[in-house]
């Protein structure tokens, strides 16, 4: 892959160095950016003396208010809400870092006179994962005491789920506990964050420090809005999205699957609607109409067709979250709905069950005013693209599986994946935007070897991935482990995989189709099967991907990896562990998990 | 000089004896299929290559490619299998192949869509049942069959006991079987020389084409004998088998608008006694291996060869290499080519009970649950299964106390001990769609319900319990062997078949083409007439197939070569 020009040609440099520093700047993390941004700053100062002596960060020695901005991001929504925060505090005269939680360092914590934390929660109440070492740390007996340091937290989260923001509660009381002094109350944030994300964080930067207006003179200011991987928000957001055609729908699964995983082409008419492999894709679904109006005949409102097209492209109709209960129970004085909104109740009711099954078992008769009242908004669905930008003429291509289930006497469906496989059709324009995903990107250097591994739709990337090899002529080696049910029915992009291998731009291939034999065989047997040329890989630079489900593959994978790496150490799974983590930092073990 | 033979015989010459790049295309998991050559060479393995027909329109839109699989057929000379070893099949079936067993008209068992992943796996299972699948397919000596139930009497188990012979005899030596399928990881050395296993029978370029062997004890014909390359018909007399009629030359195959290309009943060579059957088997197919024909595929049966170079000059060469002159053919009478269905006794006392398989298929359907029924019938019994040339079951070996207790278990999986009609009793079919390549039209999916619709007629004519020798076959190539029907059906393309009419019920005429690319409805408006007036009009004892000659529907049909002569299509 050829480095992305992220310094304008305008810059005040050599060509030659336009392109060493290209280099270096696209393969350095935001925080050694940040780093450098300080130190230039420092040295411009005439506060770095010599050649050679340990160089620190001049933020940390600026006469400036000092902020830490600390997230924990799995999707990338925290960091983006970081980077955010960070352009906003230096605009107020803050001396602001932002640090990964995935490679911060609790010893900075007490030197920090302020921290700001954006963190996210991920599946069943967990820390994002690749901040799971930090939180584990900082929750244990030996994190450091922060006494007088300012923070605040900001929590983001699903009401979906019943452990709503749990890891940035447990942060806010944790840094409380350690004796940190909490500056801003802490905000807990559903998916439709971004306009109470800014305006907390306004407040908040408010509270830590009031506007100064001269604090820059000394800060070599980077214009971040030419670095568009870095921190700049994508032409087409989930605020801002683009208007596409479906030019390709199919269900790829063979006549007698068991699957159903839909094969989705979107051609934006744009000439700037741009992504890197690795992103994911939102899409701005609708809602099932004939589902809408059940939901309005059960509150008594049916036929009004105004409120269901409301409802049908805007509302998220089948969440049933506990904070929409305990609404609900408010809203009509029910006591038996109250108690339903007591954690274990709601835990047995809500298993399986959606919006209606609350309405249809406790009903009520609604305002439409009420009703809106207790919706959240429709959350868009993030899907990994399955295309290169540049090998498929700027489509997106998307792999989404269906979801179609049946609880409690009702066929139930997934919102975006049947709005896409059975209320769209080819020509039918959706909205989708870009969401980028910097943690799953491959390597800068193209000669490298790639190793890529996932299950089912979690090979969508490595299609984008191998593509985009392919049109650049990487000639780095790559090996594709794919994992789904049946051989004959669900060899997504079998065909494309036998032309790739054909030329040359899959190097290998290693298939595990868990249904096909009486014991299941699983991606995770397959590299345990191929161990030895995997260690091989890895000793000659290869990078690691893992795209899936979390619980279904990735957690197996990511144990088998340890395994295999652990093998050269005499299976000493600390061993493994510790390689892993190293191959983490390096950015060669990059995950992409649901 | 620019090299004639035919493509097949340069493939089998740079197999190595049979190894190609089998091993290599196993282990290449981005394709469920193997290399060209590779797939003529696994049938002597046992196995074909095919792929789902229904889907293909779909596949390429999904991305996917053909829905390849395999369909693998076993060796189990003269049908004969083990309680055991049928439990061991149905596990199999289960696991790795498509939840059903197919009985084919060669008496055996044949799996469908094992995919390649699973190939060893089903090869070592087969295996381990002490069963295999060498040489089932591919030009050598096939599955060996013989007159069905070595228990019905001496003679019958003297027949089994050839049968097996036969087959053991003419087997391949080459350890390309072992190797690929059952050795599994031990990968072929391409860098060396050939591997130098010795073919004593079939050398370096095995047999031209397919060679069939069946053995028949008279008066039943359920081997077709007439039907096979080579044939030997039991000589029995005081119920010891002195000696055998050989038969050489039958064969079913043709090709659509070719008349180069017949089938052929087979002629009788003469007499051998017990002890030289197996001699002169071997030089049978020696001639055929140094005299037929390697340039033209589709002539290159023995029977073209018998055809081409006389039945007495084939008779001389076998003769010179066997070094002893066959005796003057004995005398022989067949009366029926079908299986008795029911319970019958043999010459111990024990019971034997032939089971109806529709099409060979034994598979569960909703209410029919046959699959289990054989399931637990093996899981009780002390006898053996019998497989027969008609696709059909026997349960051998039942003590007559035991009989009530298989009844009932047939009786609770909805399994008949009788058929709807005598022309169900005698029909059978071939796998065809959706798996068979060479299928053109539909045939095992297909043949029950015109079954249905001719009952109909049956009924009107007042034929239901008569027996009428019913056949079809998706393709001209004859594995159901149509020919020698008394109504046969190929297929010619989707909905379309030929009508062949004039068969002698015993196996021992073929028919002729009685009218061309017949669908469904006019098929039956062509067979009412016939049928109505077989009724009325037919001689005491007189068959269908007799019939329909006297009563001038069709010429009969007096030899192979005879086959496309005066030909006169209905309307």
């Known amino acids: 892959m050829t480095v992305r020009h992220l310094l304008p040609k305008s810059a005040p440099f050599t060509t030659d160095d336009i392109e060493l520093l290209n280099g270096l700047v696209d393969r350095s993390s935001p925080t050694q950016r940040t780093w450098l941004a300080g130190f230039f700053a420092g040295l411009e100062a005439g506060q770095v003396q010599a050649q050679g002596a340990p160089a620190q960060p001049a933020a940390a020695q600026r006469p400036k208010v000092p902020l830490l901005i600390l997230y924990a991001s799995e999707s990338g929504n925290a960091e983006g809400l970081a980077l955010k925060a960070r352009k906003a505090a230096d605009k107020q005269g803050f001396q602001s870092r932002v640090v990964d939680m995935a490679e911060a360092d609790l010893a900075a914590l007490p030197k920090a006179k302020n921290i700001l934390v954006i963190a996210s929660t991920w599946g069943e109440g967990d820390p994002p994962q690749r901040a799971a070492d930090f939180y584990g740390a900082l929750m244990g007996d030996a994190a450091p005491r922060i006494d007088g340091v300012r923070f605040a937290v900001l929590a983001l989260g699903d009401t979906a789920y019943v452990n709503f923001c749990l890891t940035g509660r447990k942060l806010d009381e944790r840094l409380e506990a350690l004796g940190g002094m909490r500056a801003a109350a802490r905000a807990d944030l559903d998916l439709d964050f971004a306009k109470q994300a800014a305006e907390w964080t306004d407040r908040t930067l408010k509270v830590l420090a009031p506007v100064e207006d001269d604090v820059t003179a000394n800060i070599v200011h980077v214009d971040f809005k030419s670095y568009p991987e870095i921190d700049n928000e994508p032409r087409y957001t989930a605020e801002n999205p683009i208007e596409a055609e479906i030019t390709a729908l199919v269900d790829l699964n063979g006549s007698g699957s068991t699957r159903e995983t839909w094969h989705v082409e979107f051609a934006p008419d744009a000439t700037d609607f741009e992504y890197t492999v690795g992103d994911a ?145 080819r020509g039918d324009k959706v909205r989708i935007y870009v969401k980028p995903n910097r943690h799953f990107r491959l390597p800068v250097d193209g000669d490298r070897p790639i190793v890529m591994i996932g299950a089912g739709t979690g090979v969508a990337p490595y299609r984008g991935f191998i593509a985009e090899r ?125 | 000089m620019t090299d004639k033979r035919a493509k097949n015989e340069i493939i089998k010459e740079n197999s190595r004896a049979l190894r190609g790049t089998i091993s290599a295309g196993l282990g290449d998991v981005v394709t469920g299929a193997i290399a060209e050559d590779d797939q003529q ?65 060669r008496a055996t068992f044949q799996l469908h869509g094992v995919i390649k992943s699973n190939m060893r796996r089903t090869m070592q299972a087969i295996n381990a049942a002490c069963l295999d699948t060498l040489a089932a397919c591919g030009d050598v000596n096939r599955n060996v069959m013989s007159a069905a139930n070595p228990y019905l009497s001496k003679a019958h188990g003297e027949a089994y006991e050839l049968a097996r012979k036969l087959s053991e005899h003419l087997l391949p030596q080459t350890g390309a079987y072992h190797e690929i399928w059952l050795d599994g990881e031990k990968v072929e050395d391409k860098s060396g020389p050939a591997q130098a296993d010795v073919e004593p029978i079939y050398g370096t370029h095995y047999l031209p084409r397919k060679f069939k062997t069946v053995v028949a004890v008279p008066p039943a014909n359920d081997t077709d004998i007439f039907a096979h390359d080579l044939g030997f018909i039991a000589i029995v007399e005081k119920g010891k088998v002195v000696g055998w009629n050989v038969t050489v030359g039958g064969g079913m195959g043709m090709t659509h608008g070719d008349t180069e290309t017949f089938p052929r009943t087979a002629d009788v060579l003469g007499f051998v006694t017990p002890e030289l059957a197996i001699a002169a088997a071997e030089h049978v197919v020696t001639v055929q291996r140094d005299w037929g024909n390697r340039e033209v595929r589709k002539r290159a049966r023995l029977k073209y060869t018998v055809e081409d170079r006389g039945l007495d000059a084939y008779r001389a060469e076998v003769e010179r290499r066997l070094g002893q002159k066959f005796g003057a053919p004995r005398p022989f009478a067949f009366a029926s080519t079908g299986d008795p269905i029911g319970w019958h006794q043999g010459p111990d006392k024990k019971w034997h009970l032939t089971l109806y398989i529709e099409n060979g298929r034994i598979k569960d359907v909703p209410g029919r649950t046959m699959r289990t029924a054989f399931r637990e019938i093996a899981g009780i019994h002390a006898g053996e299964f019998v497989l027969t040339s008609n696709q059909n079951v026997i349960i051998t070996n039942v003590a007559a106390k035991a009989k009530a207790k298989i009844e009932g278990i047939l009786a609770a999986h909805g399994v008949d001990l009788t058929t709807s009609s005598g022309l169900r009793r005698n029909a059978m079919s071939c796998v065809a769609l959706p798996t068979c390549g060479l299928a053109l039209a539909e045939s095992e999916r297909y043949l029950p319900d015109l079954i249905t619709s001719i009952e109909d007629i049956l009924d009107e004519a007042g034929l239901r319990d008569d027996d009428i020798v019913m056949r079809m076959t998706g393709c001209p190539n004859g594995c159901a062997r149509p020919y020698l029907a008394e109504i046969g059906l190929v297929g010619r393309g989707p909905g379309l078949y030929n009508l062949y009419l004039g068969a002698a019920f015993d196996g021992s005429r073929l028919s002729k083409l009685y009218a061309q690319d017949v669908d469904h409805a006019k098929i039956l408006a062509l067979l009412e007439p016939i049928l109505l007036r077989y009724a009325k009009e037919r001689h005491a004892g007189e068959r269908f197939g007799d019939f329909t000659i006297r009563a001038g529907y069709v010429k009969a049909t007096p030899a192979g070569n005879q086959f496309h002569a005066d030909v006169a299509l209905a309307g």
């Open chain 1, 470 to 594: 392919g049109e650049l002529g990487s000639k780095g080696k790559s090996w594709l482990f794919f994992g789904e049910r049946n051989y004959t029915n669900d060899f997504l992009y079998q065909l494309e995989w036998q032309d790739h291998v054909a030329s040359g731009a899959l190097s290998r291939i290693d298939v595990a189709f868990s249904r096909d034999q009486p014991e299941k065989i699983y991606v995770q047997n397959r590299l345990w099967e191929r161990r030895a040329e995997l260690q091989d890989w890895i000793g000659q630079g290869a990078h690691l991907y893992v795209c899936g489900d979390e619980k279904g593959m990735a957690r197996d994978v990511n144990e088998t990896l340890v395994r295999i790496l652990a093998e050269p150490h005499l299976g000493d799974l600390d061993a493994g562990r510790a390689r892993l983590k190293e191959l983490t930092k390096d950015g060669r073990y990059q995950r992409d998990v649901y």
């Open chain 2, 41 to 105: 060479l696994v049938k002597f393995h046992g196995t074909y290559m095919q792929d789902d027909r229904d889907v293909r329109g779909e596949r390429a839109k999904k991305k996917l490619e053909k829905a390849f699989s395999f369909m693998i057929r076993l060796r189990i000379p003269g049908g004969v299998v083990t309680p055991s070893q049928w439990l061991q099949m149905d596990k199999i079936a289960t696991e790795y192949a498509n939840g059903t067993l197919r009985l084919t008209t």
């Open chain 1, 281 to 425: 894709i939102g899409v701005l679904a609708e809602n099932d109409p004939v589902l809408v109006e059940d939901l309005l005949v059960a509150v008594g409102l049916g036929g009004d067709s105004a409120l269901a097209a409301k409802l049908v492209t805007s509302y998220d109709v089948t969440t049933l979250s506990r904070p929409l209960v305990d609404a609900y129970a408010k809203l009509t004085g029910r006591y038996d709905v109250s108690m339903l909104a007591v954690a274990e109740s709601f835990a047995a009711f809500s298993a399986d069950r959606q919006l209606i099954d609350l309405f249809l078992a406790y009903p009520e008769k609604l305002e439409a005013e009420q009703l809106l009242a207790l919706l959240r908004p429709l959350p868009p669905r993030l899907y990994s693209v399955a295309s290169s930008h540049k090998a498929h003429n700027g489509e997106a291509h998307l792999l989404v599986g269906a979801v179609r289930w049946a609880a409690h006497g009702r066929a139930r469906k997934g919102v975006a994946s049947t709005f896409l496989a059975d209320r769209r059709k």
